[in-house]
């Protein structure tokens, strides 16, 4: 049988030579080792024989194509082929590499399992771990670290094992996992690293993070536990730091997709301000929110305060920093998969109250309160009902709900709260929450039952025209739909507000039968109207009665019914038909390509 011809397959130098004139050799066997670009390239036998010839030794530069040796096919038995170690190939999927295993041995060391000391110290705090948090956030086994080799850049002061040892992801844990099915950036400062400190590297990992999350339409849950900048990193050549993008790619997402903050324990300054461009803000009852901890302060010369002092939730919730009070982490956790929820799509199961319940939930005599609450859980799907700030702005109510299994914002009026009048808070309230369903797409449900906009020298020195206004301006703007049911009081500018500006701006405007509309409120309106003949009237019995004659009077005429002849609402109907007017108007309604440049914060 004639001589096999093995060629060298490229241009290289000959390293090293394998096998023996004389040798048998299998099919597939090593015959040369070229070098080539730094790489070596092993020339295998194309088929079994002995090796007759080897025209080449070490050193030999050898063309593609030139001869490296001849082989006389035969039959050879067969051997099981080695592992680039020497070990038998069938080994390999059951062995660890050493280069695997401390690449694995290096994961490990950023676990609590191998954290036990510190660990604990965060369990005799009465809080969990980082990365227990994100594993019950995410759905199991979906989270995918990003960055969790990474180490503080404090080469120059500590030992790198000691860096790898004490400062694992640099404190910062971060990756993508699944929450209700749906892919999330989730990133959670870790206080058992450097008390949660905004390091360099972990600032770098902010920003990759931030980038994805922009590029991929991803939501970002934030945990924003810590303390803020980190001055102890020697690592990297900066004056001041305020060159760091994180804080400029973070707010650039505010409106493109749903962001989350969490706050548990401390949260100061640099952690505080990512916390305050987040679209919701859950935290927890031991929590404490401020702009700059007790180092800070005492540095400005502005007093020596605890940390538990500064920013507590008795402060921030009824001043509207909070959007979530939870009483844990737990609860946080849950909480914030509740609402990520809402931005998920249509719920596939649901089940509703019986309907007919709404019928009686106002009192027919108009002056009597009720509780809107009490409507709003009557009317959305049962157990869907998530208010957002329910602790601040009490004029109006502002919550996440589902009809149908169908995602709503909703914004209601509080007849239990200056009567359901519009003051500076609820307005603000009201329009950053319209902002907030607008960016992501949510249709808005009005329940309207005001007398208008607070009013008097008291109101005016909380800058309402400009408060007020802004429901206004974000009314108009609104690429959602609005769907708007007078409950009881439509009355002047505030009516309007709560409509998106006019009561031809909704897809559909109706009334309950407890319905009444005006330019202004009735009372007011008989007493600035009939000023004078009230005036005329000595007897303070008949002038009474004679008020109450004409508000009658102007409650006939501004009745929902009366109001419906002319066409300024589209019906008025059954209370218990409510949720299908709603349906029928906000169902698949197209919204414009352009989204909202961002959510206010405020």
């Known amino acids: ?39 070596q390239h092993v020339v295998e036998a194309p088929t079994a024989g002995i090796v007759r010839r080897l025209p080449v030794a070490p050193g030999d530069t050898v063309a593609e194509g030139d001869p490296v040796a001849y082989l006389e096919p035969a039959a050879v038995e067969e051997q099981a082929p080695a592992a680039e ?48 948090n994100i594993a019950d956030l995410c759905d199991p086994g979906t989270f995918t670290e990003y960055g969790a080799l990474v180490i503080a850049a404090q080469r120059r002061r500590r030992p790198v094992e000691e860096l790898i040892e004490r400062t694992p992801a640099d404190g910062l844990v971060a990756g993508i996992g699944e929450i209700n099915g749906r892919q999330a950036v989730v990133m959670s400062y870790d206080y ?22 922009a590029r991929r339409r991803l939501p970002v849950v934030l945990f924003a536990e810590g303390g803020g900048g980190r001055p102890g990193d020697t690592d990297t050549p900066t004056v001041s730091g305020l060159d760091t993008m994180a804080f400029h ?33 859950i935290a927890t009852a031991d929590a404490n929110i401020g702009m700059g901890g007790p180092a800070m302060i005492e540095g400005g010369g502005l007093g020596s305060y605890t940390p538990e002092q500064i920013g507590p939730i008795s402060v921030q919730v009824p001043n509207g920093v909070v959007d979530l009070p939870v009483a844990d982490e737990a609860e946080a956790v849950a909480v914030a998969r509740r609402y990520l929820s809402y931005f998920q799509g249509p719920a596939p199961q649901w089940d509703a109250p019986d309907q007919r319940r709404l019928r009686s939930l106002i009192p027919q005599d108009r002056r009597r309160v009720y509780d809107v609450r009490a409507v709003i859980e009557t009317l959305a799907d049962t157990g869907s009902v998530l208010e957002l700030r329910k602790g601040f702005g009490a004029g109006i109510i502002t919550a996440l709900v589902r009809i149908e299994g169908r995602p709503y914002g909703l914004i209601a009026n509080n007849p239990a709260h200056l009567g359901g009048a519009i003051d500076r808070d609820a307005a603000d309230k009201a329009a950053r929450f319209l902002q907030l369903c607008d960016a992501h797409g949510l249709p808005v449900v009005s329940l309207c039952d005001t007398p208008g906009f607070m009013v008097g020298p008291d109101a005016e020195q909380t800058a309402t025209v400009r408060h007020f206004s802004r429901l206004f301006v974000t009314g108009a703007h609104l690429r959602v739909p609005i769907c708007m049911v007078i409950l ?14 006019s009561l031809r701006v909704p897809l559909a405007t109706v009334a309950w039968p407890t319905g009444e509309l005006g330019g202004m409120g009735l009372e007011g309106a008989v007493r600035l109207g009939f000023r004078r ?30 109001a419906a002849t002319v066409f300024e609402i589209d019906d008025v109907i059954d209370p218990a038909d409510t949720r299908r007017w709603i349906t029928t108007a906000l169902r698949d309604v197209p919204l414009e390509s352009a989204r909202r440049a961002f959510i206010d914060t405020w």
């Open 533 to 562: 003949e009230l005036e005329a009237i000595a007897d303070p019995a008949e002038r009474q009665a004679t008020f109450d004659a004409l508000v009658a009077a102007a409650y006939e005429q501004g009745k929902a019914l009366n």
């Open 488 to 501: 009881r009081k439509a009355y002047g500018l505030g009516a309007q507000a709560m409509a998106g500006g």
């Open 249 to 281: 790619l973070f707010a650039r997402l505010s409106g493109q997709v749903p962001l989350v903050g969490i706050a548990a324990g401390r949260c100061f300054a640099g952690n505080a301000a990512l916390l305050g461009c987040c679209d919701v803000v």
């Open 85 to 132: 170690d020497g070990r038998p190939d069938g080994t390999a999927e059951e062995e660890i590499r050493e280069d695997l295993a401390e690449v694995i041995r290096r994961h490990e060391i950023g676990l609590d399992a191998a954290r036990p000391q510190a660990v604990a110290r965060r369990r005799a705090t009465g809080r969990r771990t980082a990365r227990e």
């Open 1 to 39: 049988m004639a001589e096999v011809q093995v060629t060298a397959p490229m241009h290289g130098t000959v390293e090293s030579v394998e096998a023996k004139e004389g040798q048998a050799v299998a099919a597939g066997g090593p015959l040369v080792v070229l070098e080539a670009m730094k790489m």
């Open 192 to 213: 058992m690293v450097l008390a949660g400190t905004q390091g360099a590297m972990n600032h770098l990992k902010k920003d990759r993070m931030f980038e994805l999350a």
